[in-house]
């Protein structure tokens, strides 16, 4: 059952944290190997064979991911949540183990806050990997005494692993890419779909649309742009989706998921620019 952290006794927020946080929980984080509420800066995460392409590229949804841009809101003060983010790749990070996340705050208001990262090569900070910037708002205050969360234990990097979309419960039906109901798994703290979910489920049916606008040539994405319109309540969500391929190869996809079980609701919309990836 999906509940909102902010429901409960106030002596036991952080205990509902944990619980939402944990193995039985919210898996965008710890299925990512990083350690979440742990206000560690700069933050670091792991590059593993399921967060690349086919042709060893790096895959939007995994940095996205690392460096989600909230607006400097963290869970530690406040329950906060994505308004409008942005992903910039000039790398593909080949031969990359690990990244590293310097995030910064550009300025907070009352309720609604600016913030960016920028992602390196953790070996080499000097080799920029992306840089982000994104719009957050905070959904009230946590109570003080914060608890930090244990770090999860890191998955093998190996190529068995499955992909990220069908970790995530994305399928892919006659009609487009779909996620499930909303459950513990994929919900927020705020009871609705976590922007992890989301990024998934939109770079699935992303590439598949950027892939046969190129007649199956190995794409690499370079900008990834995702506004969250309202809270997804309910799902199944499915993506719909369209590309435009421009003459130099360059391909534009536009993206929308809706909730089927509000009303079709529209709960996120995107555009992510691929570029075909040179011959390895």
Not at 29 to 52: E, F, H, L, S
Not at 129 to 142: H, N, P, Q, R, S
Not at 156 to 166: F, N, Q, R, T, V
Not at 189 to 202: E, K, R, Y
Request: hydrophobic residues 40%; glycine residues 10%; proline residues 9%.
């Amino acid at each position: 059952m999906v509940k909102d952290i902010r429901e409960g006794p106030p002596d036991e927020y952080w205990d509902r944290l944990r619980t939402m946080m944990g193995p039985d929980g919210l898996m965008t984080y710890w299925y990512m190997g990083r350690a979440v509420n742990q206000d560690d800066d700069p933050d670091t995460m792991r590059i593993r064979p399921d967060m690349r392409t086919a042709s060893g590229g790096i895959m939007a949804a995994p940095l996205a991911i690392a460096a989600p841009e909230t607006g400097g809101w963290r869970d530690r003060d406040v329950v906060p949540a994505p308004v409008a983010y942005s992903l910039h790749i000039i790398d593909d990070a080949a031969g990359v183990s690990e990244v590293r996340v310097t995030r910064s705050t550009v300025r907070q208001g009352r309720r609604t806050g600016f913030s960016r990262s920028r992602i390196v090569d953790a070996a080499d900070p000097a080799r920029v990997i992306a840089v982000t910037t994104g719009i957050g708002v905070t959904l009230g205050d946590a109570p003080p005494q914060f608890r930090p969360i244990d770090p999860p234990p890191d998955l093998p990097g190996s190529e068995s692993l499955p992909a990220l979309h069908a970790v995530f419960g994305a399928t892919r039906g006659a009609d487009g890419w779909r996620l499930p109901p909303l459950g513990a798994r994929h919900a927020s703290t705020s009871a609705s779909l976590h922007l992890g979910p989301i990024h998934v489920v939109f770079e699935a049916a992303a590439m598949e649309l950027a892939g046969d606008a190129n007649h199956g040539a190995d794409i690499q994405v370079e900008d990834w742009d995702v506004h969250f319109v309202a809270p997804g309540r309910a799902g199944p969500f499915l993506v719909e989706g369209e590309a435009s391929r421009g003459r130099g190869g360059r391909t534009i996809v536009r993206l929308t998921l809706i909730d089927e079980g509000v009303d079709d609701c529209v709960v996120a919309a995107g555009v992510a620019a691929f570029r075909v990836a040179p011959p390895a």
